[in-house]
């Protein structure tokens, strides 16, 4: 009678270490957020479906003004343009890609380049000529102070 063999279990180690550090990533990143199948890099903060970058915003308000950040690493404030227009807020630029030809090899690339473009729809409150941006290391922050009328005057309710 033949002997059973047992099942063979998949090696854990596939020799590479890039390799295996790679597949484990890819199998957390796919748990957190779903399988990313035909979505190129659309899992990750900063890149559309197709593998385009498109800077991660944060925007906030408070009484006096919203305030806009972009996440731009690695670019300085000449690569991004920044127009505002008819109520329209256009943010955009281009990463440009930078290889110094040594003698070395790439072996993983995950950094994206390329143009991008947000465009985002300003709330009436906004007082347009007021706007005001700065650049410090990779982040661009957009200061949009309201119009005096739109400011909120809090008052106290009586109740009863």
């Known amino acids: 009678m033949a002997e059973d063999k047992p099942a ?7 020799g590479s270490p890039f390799g ?37 915003i944060d925007i906030s308000e408070n009484d006096d ?4 950040t972009a996440e731009l690493p690695g670019m300085s404030e000449d690569d991004v343009e920044l127009v505002v227009r008819d109520g329209v807020l256009t943010l955009k630029g281009e ?17 994206r380049y390329g143009s991008f473009q947000r465009v985002m729809t300003l709330p009436d409150r906004v007082d347009e000529a007021k706007i005001k941006a700065r650049f410090d ?11 005096a ?11 009863g």
């Open 20 to 56: 295996d550090f790679r597949k484990q990533m890819d199998d957390l990143v796919e748990s957190f957020f779903g399988s990313s199948e035909g979505k190129g890099m659309a899992g990750f903060p900063g890149f559309t479906g197709n593998g385009a970058l498109s800077p991660a």
């Open 137 to 147: 290391k990779g982040v661009l922050t957009v200061t949009m102070p309201k119009k």
């Open 95 to 111: 990463k440009k890609f930078e290889q110094k030809q040594e003698k070395e090899d790439t072996h993983v690339m995950e950094r």
């Open 65 to 68: 003004h919203l305030t806009m």
């Open 8 to 14: 063979k279990q998949p090696a854990l180690w596939s």
């Open 149 to 159: 009328e739109a400011k909120a005057a809090a008052r106290k309710i009586a109740i």
